[in-house]
């Protein structure tokens, strides 16, 4: 597997920025272990992609877990008022990312902040406002993410089966 691949503008025009996308989405299929991007525009929208799908993640994965735990935890009378609206927005953001983000490639990678990464592959003339996107092994998150998603769906099965029995 190659280690890393930089992502440079050719010219500063406005129709550079297809020829970046491309160069980013090729990237990304031949799973570099570090992608550099310098031009500023891409690298931004990046983060915010890698971002929201990394917010979609955790908020459906602690959601979940806090569904789980009232639907447990709380008395009877008080639960359904918590965990249901807990749980919904739990499997909302599940659900979201599974169809959005699971089987994009970026979802493979995520914004390395620490700049002894940079020193120490060793690449020389980059622009200081680069973004730097690490790949990473994602399956454990994954099953987290689907494990938690299928617990809660299955308290709100039981619950409504007892509801109705």
């Given amino acids: 597997m190659p280690e890393f691949v930089v992502i440079r503008a050719l010219t500063e025009d406005e129709d550079d920025d297809e020829f970046l996308e491309e160069q980013l989405e090729d990237a990304l299929d031949d799973e570099y272990q ?40 709380f008395p009877q009378r008080y639960r359904s008022y918590f965990y249901i609206p807990v ?8 659900s979201l990312y599974n169809i959005s983000w699971q089987y994009d490639p970026c979802c493979k990678y995520q914004v390395e902040y620490d700049t002894r990464t940079l020193e120490r592959l060793e690449i020389d003339n ?32 039981w619950r409504v089966y007892k509801s109705y029995s």
Wanted: aromatic fraction near 8%.
């Fill in 34 to 73: 570090f992608i550099i991007i310098e031009p500023e525009r891409i690298g931004n929208e990046t983060t915010k992609w890698i971002q929201m799908g990394n917010f979609l993640h955790k908020s459906g994965v602690i959601t979940g877990l806090g569904s789980i735990f009232v639907g447990i935890a």
């Fill in 87 to 94: 749980g919904i927005a739990s499997l909302t953001c599940i």
């Fill in 126 to 157: 980059l622009k200081s406002s680069v973004v730097v996107l690490k790949r990473r092994d994602d399956k454990y998150r994954k099953r987290l993410h689907n494990v938690v998603g299928a617990l809660v769906l299955c308290l709100f099965t």
